[in-house]
């Protein structure tokens, strides 16, 4: 049978770590697809009898994307043990070798684009990287790290468990907009089916708000959950969508959903404003081959929202970043057949980090680079417009 590059292997790694009680520590992105992704195996290693010691989603404005410094001396203490980070990771080349000189061993779960090499980690499950044989690649973090906790989980597990972690992989999935194809397709059809009838509080809470109830299709529920759960709302470091899908009461859920929507109401209007100052300034630009705008007042969070619009109406790719005091951060949005992660790689020497995947991508670099960035985006884009 057909099997994920080194999936077999990061179970048997980690069964032996739950045997051996080492610890765990979780690592996930904090969108949806990060979040879902760590508590899948966090449940998955909890009916195991796993040793988790820390769950941690990195601040993506405060510290940046993916594996960071800032976490790493965080975590240093729970050195040495077991690092499993989900949706991210394939990049952070630096950091990899600074956590397993700390003394962690390193596994990564992500689908993002490899760039030049794989980083050191101890194991990687990408289907991106080479040598994958397995033939579908277009799986969300949280589709391989479900995969990976029904390998952990064999035929042990209760339906109640399996069907709960479907769950949270088929909206996740949906929310990360991957192909609704072949295994996406079944991980969204099963997912999907046992939602109505789900024990998880987080998701029963949306059932108390009569305007979800009286929506009928299916996919609009969907929708409607995915917008409250990707409102940024961070305590103590942990996402809002963390701590509505594994609140242990639905009471506390709908709480913090209240909040949310309020959140949400504010957020829709922010990024209708941003998406008219990118216009306006716009204006005078009639025709670009890339779109690289940004702003001091941004709010980062949003600027992915702001890109996608923006991108969809100019039928360009959107480059949209917020200017802080020495470096941006930004998003990057772009119609099929354009390839962000390519061009940013021919731009890599100006920026600190990027990555993604070649539709929908982030980078971050220090200002004196802006007008150079700019430059060669545009350079790029004109020689190389859209392969299909
Ligand atoms: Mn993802």
Redesign the pocket.
Known sequence: MLEIKNLKKAAQRIKKAVQDKERIILYG?S?L??VCSVIILQETLLSLGGNICALYFPDREQEGYGITKTALGRLESYAPGLLISM?LGITNFEEIRQARAMGFEVILVD??EILDALPEADIIVDPKQPGETYPFHGF??CGLTLRLALTLLEKKASLALISGLKELAALATVA?MMPRKEDNLQIIQEGLSSMGSSWRPGIKAFEQFEEFRRIESVEVRITQMIALLNVRDVEYGIPAAYRVLAAKTEQEAVELLRVLQEKHKIRKDNIRLYAERVRSSLARAPRPVVIFEGDESFDYILLGSVASIISQEYNVPAFIYKKKELESIGSVRAPSGYDTVQAMKVCAPLLSTYGGHAQASGFRLRNENLEKFKDCLVDHFTNNSRTI
């Open positions: 992105d969108d697809d990060g949706d689908h993002h969300a973090a990360d």
